[in-house]
């Protein structure tokens, strides 16, 4: 079965077909669903990222900060698998800081300040290129188990998607 979706972003339309088996479904367009796809089809998987809201993709909080001591060593470890957030944070930084300078080395941090926009608009630019990576607006309500794995996500529309891998980054 092959679906056709047709969506906005900012005056562009894209189209995107996917079909309905999966290496690996993401449910989520959050920072961790939008990183975990692009990780994925960076080795070669097909991607499913389901969202409620695809115009909402990596969207920021009212603090547009990148980096600091917990979250810097999660960009620098999510860049080293080839993650979007640090190369996006270089492209659409506003204000780059020396986190604790008055403290010692070990707790020296660098925070970059983003352009809120900007940086969806950029990382929405690259998730929508992806060709591995198909995008379904939806919401899962459940997952469909055989013989105690999963095997698909089933959407509140009563569409599956198939596959034997689903990565949950639903937020907080």
Not at 65 to 92: H, N, P, S, Y
Not at 108 to 115: I, L
Request: with cysteine.
């Amino acid at each position: 079965m092959r679906y056709l979706l047709l969506f906005a972003l900012g005056s562009r339309f894209h189209v995107k077909h996917h079909k309905n088996n999966f290496d690996i479904i993401v449910v989520g367009g959050g920072h961790a669903g939008v990183e975990a796809a692009h990780i994925s089809t960076a080795r070669g998987l097909t991607v499913a990222l389901i969202s409620m809201d695809l115009s909402a993709l990596a969207r920021m909080s009212c603090n547009p900060a990148i980096g600091g001591l917990a979250k810097g060593q999660m960009v620098r470890e999510i860049d080293i698998l080839g993650g979007l957030m640090g190369r996006a944070t270089d492209a659409c930084g506003v204000q780059f800081k020396l986190l604790n300078k008055s403290k010692g080395e070990a707790v020296w941090s660098p925070r970059a300040q983003v352009d809120k926009r900007k940086y969806e608009s950029y990382v929405s630019g690259l998730v929508f290129s992806n060709n591995l990576l198909s995008l379904v607006s939806g919401e899962v309500v459940g997952l469909g188990i055989k013989n105690n794995n999963v095997v698909s996500c089933v959407l509140r529309s009563g569409e599956k998607i198939f596959s034997n891998t689903v990565i949950i980054t639903s937020g907080t």
